[in-house]
């Protein structure tokens, strides 16, 4: 394990009150960038009989969203496991939590009540649908909110109804833009010396990440629909067979346009008043598609591949996930990085996707074991062994 207060994120202390996945995830940003993470969780005997939440706790998707944090095991239903937390707090800089609106308020954790025992604390809050509305009290999931925010109405094969994206977006982008929120609270601080609440929803994180297809309705008022592989306004676009297999190619704008009939040796596409303009190209789409398939089926995936590239024409391979950890680039990149386990072994996670050249993210130790670092945790924060083996004998933690 490193030590506390190493890397880019070092001098922040943040609480740990979340589950499953949007807030792990977001927490995961800031652990794996140094911050001192302290994951809060119930005492086995205080949860005995509930179904873990994110999975078994060895399995790989706990380990991926809990590594480089410590655990600490704290009853909040008890008055007096919320004074423990209040202390914490009141020392800490950032608490992130995923609760119902409706829970963290009935536990007595909620924003106004954090505000007061630390002003300058950072307080983020992940719901579903946002902390007031209509809404608010609804449980909220990821798949709900891709049929909700749209998603799932522009994903899949026209005809075919609603597909599910195959990942959770939802859950995902939330836990980003509260990490960027927390972020830029901490900055802000610097200037005000104040903390505020950073709240972020499954329901609004999701309608952001539809981008430019929400661009169109709301500036155009175009409902944009399925449209399968093919991109939806930049033709041709999308996924085509080869003799050997399928390639993907985007041949955005005239320029690229140009350069893909030359490297495929189809220049007489060029002058064909139906393919001269994007607007035609678009008109005439199902066409279009149709004679690049029958040139494309002429020679293998990585022919094609070669001669693209080549010429400057955005194109490339469709992998299964084993294939991608295979790929030459992606093994450059060393985005899957191994981590130690306490038993001396070792995993393979998910590294960042972003590089900082002085302090880069690292993967310090794989999840804790539940209440692994209790003891640890309670005496930095001014406890001594008598009292937290006081608090132990009541069950507190």
Known sequence: MAPNGAGALGRFTL?????????????????????????????????????????????????????????????????????????????????????????????????????????????????????????????????????????????????????????????????LFAALGILTALLEREVSGEGQWVTTSLLESQIFMLDFQAARFLADGVVPKQAGNDHPTSIPTGVFETSDGLINIATTGSAIWKRFCEAVEATELLGRAEYRTARDRSANRAALNAEIAAILRQRPTDDWLGRLNAAGVPCGPIYAIDEVFADPQVRHLGIAQSVQRPDGTSATMLGQPVTLARTPAMLHHSAPGI??????????????????????????I
């Open 15 to 175: 609480i740990d009150l979340t589950r499953v996945r949007s807030g792990p995830a977001c927490v995961r940003q800031l652990a794996d960038f140094g911050a001192n993470v302290i994951k809060v969780e119930m005492p086995p005997a205080a949860d005995a009989g509930s179904e873990p939440l994110g999975g078994p706790r060895e399995g790989s998707d706990f380990q991926n969203l809990q590594r480089n944090k410590r655990s600490l095991t704290l009853d909040l239903k008890q008055p007096d496991g919320r004074a423990i937390l209040d202390r914490i707090v009141s020392e800490s800089d950032v608490l992130v939590e995923n609760f119902r609106p409706d829970v963290k308020d009935r536990l007595g954790i909620g924003y106004e009540h954090m505000r007061r025992v630390n002003p300058r604390l950072v307080y983020a809050s992940i719901s579903g649908f946002g902390q007031d509305g209509p809404y608010r009290d609804r449980p909220g999931f990821d798949q709900i909110a891709q049929g909700m925010g749209g998603l799932m109405s522009i994903t899949g094969i026209p005809g075919q109804g609603p597909v599910r994206a195959g990942l959770p977006v939802a859950d995902l982008s939330a836990g």
């Open 371 to 396: 209440g692994e670092h209790t003891d640890e945790i309670l005496a930095e924060f001014g406890y001594d062994a008598d009292e937290i083996a006081a608090f132990r004998a009541r069950k507190l």
